[in-house]
């Protein structure tokens, strides 16, 4: 059983980028799912080029990361051999990796022809920041709380399978509304939603959504949902009435100093920011966004997020079979929590040694047991030579 809900796991993560899907600015753009090593390793670092995006903008003032005296370079055994780090992201198309320590950088490396000022793709690490603005927004009073309704913020889908929802269990992934993720049926909920027939007037991901069956009780079973987490972006959009993207430069990008713009896609309707999917931003700004969580959601000596919020969102809420899942961030076995994207992307945080470890590439495949097994070799090594710093 362990296995089935790791395998879907990987399954979902894969094609997390499927449903209601992006806009591209050429008719003839290959899925991104497909690009080959050179269109990942240039199109990842300029994706507005080729998809329609929206501008999350910085402030005045740039939260500082400062150079730490002390500087990683660790070595360690894997799959029958010794690594460095240069090996690693050789090994693994790496672009970018970057490690803080008390807010302090001890490592920061760049590949695949990126520099500092570029950006690169998040693909599902953008799920953890959704999950923020949510906490944001409960802060701000335009979400009651975790326990309220979906249906108080996505008034299409009352009457349907997520009456009774909360808000909580969509950002658990445990709403209990039947879903097929099945990448080989065309006939799928992930193949269809957002494409289908929308009814006049309608979000078409909502339209689609609100006519699904239910499976089980909310809240009892981790279940991987592409068009869920989507949809948590509309919910937000809708409770704080502006463009995600606005109210992510308001709360953080602006608020806790952001280096550079970062960008957004939208969604088929070219209106809708993607909720679970698809920001850029540079190497540093992805390490600032682990530290404005570690740091308690606190920006400019005031809460941006609910400490609590915080606290739950990255810690265990549910079992997923794979060590356990907060609200759309992945809690670790070896105490850290993550977040996520395909080919490669993460944020990975050990709270407790006020360590942030940010890996950026171009994996050949969008995942992979051994692409996997050497990232957290190698997140291991970077925990542990962290240690006597």
């Known amino acids: 059983m362990k296995n089935s809900k790791v395998a879907l796991a990987f399954c979902s993560l894969l094609f997390a980028v499927t449903a209601s899907a992006q806009v591209a600015l050429k008719s003839d753009t290959p899925s991104i799912l497909f690009w080959t090593p050179e269109q990942q390793s240039t199109g990842y670092r300029s994706i507005e080029k080729i998809y329609q995006v929206v501008t999350v903008k910085r402030g005045a003032k740039v939260h500082p990361l400062p150079k730490a005296p002390g500087q990683l370079s660790p070595t360690w055994d894997y799959a029958g051999r010794q690594w460095t780090v240069a090996d690693y992201m050789s090994a693994n198309r790496t672009s970018g990796v970057l490690v803080l320590k008390d807010g302090k950088i001890v490592l920061e490396r760049y590949g695949l022809g990126r520099t500092p000022k570029d950006r690169w793709t998040s693909f599902s690490v953008a799920k953890s920041l959704t999950s923020t603005l949510v906490g944001a927004a409960i ?86 949902d592409t068009g869920e987490t989507d949809m948590v972006g509309i919910l937000v959009a809708n409770a704080i009435g502006e463009p995600l993207s606005q109210y992510l430069s308001e709360k953080v ?10 960008v957004w896609m939208v969604d088929a309707s070219g209106k809708q920011e993607r909720g679970g999917c698809c920001m ?3 190497l540093r700004d992805y390490a600032r966004v682990g530290q404005f969580i570690l740091d308690g959601g606190k920006a400019q000596g005031r809460q941006v997020v609910p400490s609590w919020w915080v606290a739950q969102a990255t810690t265990k809420e549910i079992d997923n079979g794979a060590g356990g899942y907060g609200y759309f961030w992945w809690i670790r076995e070896n105490g850290s929590y993550e977040a996520v994207g395909i080919f490669g992307q993460s944020i990975t945080t ?10 950026n590439s171009a994996w050949p495949a969008a995942t992979g047991k051994e692409y996997s097994a050497a990232r957290t070799a190698f997140v291991n090594a970077l925990h542990d030579a962290a240690k006597s710093l």
């Open 350 to 359: 050990f709270k407790d040694d006020r360590l942030i470890i940010v890996i």
């Open 139 to 224: 802060q701000d009073g335009k979400i009651k709380g975790p326990d309220d309704l979906v249906t108080n913020y996505v008034p299409e889908l009352k009457g349907s399978a997520y009456d009774g929802v909360t808000v909580r269990q969509l950002l658990m992934m445990s709403s209990g509304v039947k879903w097929n993720e099945d990448y080989t049926d065309p006939k799928s909920d992930v193949a269809q939603a957002g494409f289908t027939g929308s009814e006049p007037g309608m979000d078409p991901l909502v339209s689609y959504m609100r006519h699904l069956p239910r499976a089980t009780e909310p809240g009892t079973k981790w279940h991987y």
């Open 280 to 282: 850029s931003m540079t």
């Open 253 to 262: 990008w602006t608020t806790y100093g952001m280096e550079q713009d970062a």
